[in-house]
């Protein structure tokens, strides 16, 4: 993570980026309903190994109005090889992203509009 300085577009942002490595390595108990038994053929089938890449940047603007911060967080995911062994883990090629507005009212409290989708 990283925090950038003021700009002529933002007072300061947050900078963060994150790639998640999965694996599984041996099923102990209920193996029958495991969906990464050889006999399971469906599309959720989980891979041995799953990789994801995260972002999310949060410029802010400091006193918008007395006591108010404003924020705008925007968030990317995104699988990029595999399926994941647990659920809403990830797979290749699915992901998800938002960006929206914040307000931090007096450091105490936080309103959030955020528009979320999938892929």
Do not use: C, H
């Amino acid at each position: 993570m990283t925090i950038l300085p003021k700009t002529p577009l933002f007072d300061t942002a947050a900078l963060a980026g994150e790639l998640t490595w999965m694996r599984w390595d041996k099923v102990t108990q209920n193996e029958a309903v495991f969906k990464g038994r050889s006999s399971y053929m469906q599309i959720d089938k989980p891979t041995k190994n799953f990789f994801g890449l995260a972002f999310n940047f949060t410029p802010t603007w400091f006193q918008v109005f007395p006591g108010v911060d404003l924020l705008a967080p925007m968030t990317w995911n995104q699988g990029i090889s595999g399926n994941s062994a647990v659920a809403f883990g990830g797979s290749k090629g699915g992901g998800n992203y938002s960006v929206g507005v914040a307000a931090d009212i007096y450091q105490k409290y936080r309103v959030d509009l955020k528009y979320s989708g999938y892929y």
